[in-house]
């Protein structure tokens, strides 16, 4: 219901992937039968530019596949824009260490960093499109504790709980479960960060819906001492030039902390049509941004990232299906927008 909205209307489905690796499913009209994405022979990204694991199984790779095999070799092009680039993985409250167990291994097996979102703070979303989370603190610290055993020693990068602080701050979240997300979100980065080689990211909201004087005690509050850094545009459409300008002001309230910016989307920028409401949700006309490096245009921002995976829906608006699944009308929209 926000239109400056960040993550809302992401959520995480995972399916076993032989037996190590958890991957996102994926649904398309244009598939008879399931479709490794291994046969679109997707490979990493050079790992001095982008050190992060590319799946090489993942929807969009899976698309590739898919119009390969039907003979849509045009389509197929413009979706290996999004299965060539590391996404990241969402880790959903089914089998957790599993999933963070098979990202990681996956990851370590290519030498390259797994990149991993928690989306599941309890009443996260404010019982929106991507509503849910963990039932209570303790289910969320047990799932936590979960990821952390799953992830181990091996290299990763965790961007934590997309909106979980800017949805107090706009009131979003209800007062009563303030002290509470604190407490776990604080509880959260000093696990993930016990890790021998994990990096974690707090989430600190997007350029477009207020000033970081609102947000920088709340992030304090949450744990960002602790932390690497924050992260901010995950799953919105604001420039990187803007998203850059919000990032420093924040950065010089919170210790100068450095940052990573979600570019997923934001080739275009945001919408600024239709309800204002909505424009957060499937805009037409969007393109896709910044593929991800840490090689970026200012030293206080450690990488570019494609947090949300593009062409997975942010919910039930403008025609798109559920939050999270794979709609590829969109993904190709995303892609042929796209200048890369």
Known sequence: MYG???AAGVRATAAVLGAALLIAGCSSDDKDEPTHGAAAGITQQPKNIAPFWVNPDGNAAEQVAAYEKAGKKAEAEQIRKIAQQPTGEWISPESPEEQARGFTEAAARADRTALLVLYNIPHRDCGQFSGGGAADGNAYRAF???VAKGIGDRPATVILEPDAVLHMVDNCTAPEYH????DLLKGAVTTLKALKNTKVYLDAGNAGWGHPDQIFEPLKRAGIDQADGFSVNVSN???TQDSIAYGKELSAKVGDKPFVIDTSRNGNGPYTEGN???RWCNPPGRALGETPTTKTADP??????????PGESDGECKGGPKAGEWWPEYALELARASTS
């Open 300 to 309: 206080l921002v450690d990488a570019y990232l494609w947090i949300k995976r």
């Open 179 to 182: 002290e509470e997300r604190y």
């Open 276 to 278: 204002p409401d909505e």
């Open 144 to 146: 936590v504790d979960s």
């Open 4 to 6: 400056s909205r960040g």
């Open 237 to 239: 459409f604001y420039t």
